[in-house]
Each structure stands twice: as C-alpha cells, then as structure tokens.
Nanobody, 127 residues
Framework: QVQLVESGGGLVQAGGSLRLSCAAS??????????MGWFRQAPGKEREFLSA????????NYADSVKGRFTISRDSAENTLYLQMNSLRPEDTAVYYC??????????????????WGQGTQVTVSS
C-alpha cells in the first residue's frame, strides 16, 4: 500500500506562485516503481490531469493548460513529490491531488490508471 499526503496549498493572488508537496510512504514504495502525477478538481468539474513524472522512464509530461507555468519534481531521499506553480490564474483555483500509478507509460502520457490518491490540498487564486 502507498499513502500520499499533499500540503502547500493556500490563497495567492493572480500572478503569484505556490509549491505543492506530496509526501509518499509505504513499506514497498519507491519512485522507481511508480509513475507519480498531479491532478486538480474544481467544484462541479471533472478531475483534470496536470503533470506526471516517471523515474523509470526518465520522462515527465504536462497538460497544455499548465505547460510552461508548472514544474514537477521530486526528492527521492525524502520520498516527496513537488509541483511548482508559477504565474497562477484564477482558473487554477481547485483542490490539487497527487497520485501514484503502477502503470507507468499510460499514466505518464495519458494521466490514466492511477492506483493511489492523496486527500487533496486547496489552492485559491484571487483576481
């Protein structure tokens, strides 16, 4: 089993920045065994794929809506995944989730088949 806990959300003005963290734990967890992803969901809307990283494949991927503004990274020693968010816009307001997938390629490219999810952290961007 894998446990994921997000943190770092909050209130920020448009144009500002936030860095979200996702602490991963579990007896068998390692970044090499999972594709890690970031998602968000606003009230009444579908969950949206934002970004993913695969250590095993040596690749990252970004949705068009955040490409050039958001950056995914990780600290392997601390089992922590990050999402650096710059140039934030009001439409970025949502609950942000991290997730882990055993299906590396499809999770990386298409943002599907994720097995474990965090509880989410709220990000609010004011105009």
């Amino acid at each position: 089993q894998v446990q994921l806990v997000e943190s770092g959300g909050g209130l920020v003005q448009a144009g500002g920045s936030l860095r979200l963290s996702c602490a991963a734990s579990g007896r068998t967890f390692s970044f090499s065994s999972y594709t890690m992803g970031w998602f968000r969901q606003a009230p009444g809307k579908e969950r949206e794929f934002l970004s993913a990283f695969s250590w095993a494949l040596g690749r990252s991927n970004y949705a068009d809506s955040v490409k050039g503004r958001f950056t995914i990274s990780r600290d392997s020693a601390e089992n922590t995944l990050y999402l650096q968010m710059n140039s934030l816009r009001p439409e970025d307001t949502a609950v942000y989730y991290c997730a882990a997938s055993k299906q590396m390629l499809s999770a990386l490219v298409s943002g599907v088949h994720y097995d474990y999810w965090g509880q989410g952290t709220q990000v609010t961007v004011s105009s």
